[in-house]
């Protein structure tokens, strides 16, 4: 059961641009929403996060928005550089869970210079 | 560098060999976290431990997973009897707490 859905599974943006990557869960009971960074042959690096209670955090260039009763919630990256170019995951855990981490099928994001 | 240390980095193996993988969690870091990713997907958990206790196991664990954590140190995965389906990346994540997770570099297994 896919819990968490992210979308779109890849994007193109030129230098400069917005990227947006989009995710829906299913489950309630998730506290923490986490972002991930992922380069090719390297593990998953913490970009941001927000926890339910609030609806958008920023942290320089990028952006979570987040919507509870729509159980979404998004990255915006701004002024998307070519060294963002990565594979991007949208996670969810819960306390009650024990903090396992569930991800989303990953947006694999490339910024043309 | 995280400070989650995994080796090895890269294994090849036949198929039907045993395969060990270790992980060295930051030091103060009581919850340690495996989780296996498959090229083109999102990593999916496998097990967790609280210190020296193994907490939950997926699913996807088979029986021919086996994972242990002595001592709340490092913690050591093994495959026996490894199949082509076993062929993925190996993650280890550590935090402290309910804090954030910090996740090793993975180890790359390959089964031919």
């Known amino acids: 059961q896919q819990q968490v859905k992210q979308s779109p599974q890849s994007l193109i943006v030129q230098k400069g641009g917005i990227s947006i990557i989009n995710c829906a869960y299913e489950n309630t009971a998730f506290d923490y929403f986490p972002w991930y960074q992922q380069f090719p042959g390297k593990g998953p690096a913490l970009l941001i996060a927000?926890?339910?209670?609030?609806s958008e955090k920023k942290e320089g260039r990028f952006t979570i928005s987040f919507n509870k009763s729509a159980k979404q919630f998004s990255l915006h990256i701004m002024d998307s550089q070519p060294g963002d170019s990565a594979t991007y995951f949208c996670a969810a855990r819960s306390k009650a869970a024990g903090n396992k981490l569930t991800f989303g099928g990953g947006t694999r994001v490339l910024v043309k210079p | 560098d995280t400070g989650v240390s995994q080796n090895p980095r890269h294994k090849i193996t036949k198929r039907g060999q045993n395969v060990t993988f270790r992980c060295d969690p930051i030091s103060e870091h009581n919850r340690l976290y495996w989780y296996r990713q498959t090229l083109g997907q999102g990593p999916e958990f496998l097990t967790y431990?609280?210190?020296?206790?193994?907490?939950?196991k997926s699913r996807l664990l088979s029986d021919r997973f086996s994972a242990e954590r002595p001592k709340g140190s490092f913690s050591t995965l093994e495959i026996q009897r490894t199949e082509q389906g076993d062929s993925a990346m190996y993650l280890c994540a550590s935090l402290l707490g309910f804090s954030e997770a910090f996740f090793g570099q993975g180890t790359r297994l390959t089964v031919v």
């Open positions: 927000i926890r339910p209670d609030v």
């Open positions: 431990f609280q210190n020296e206790a193994q907490l939950e």
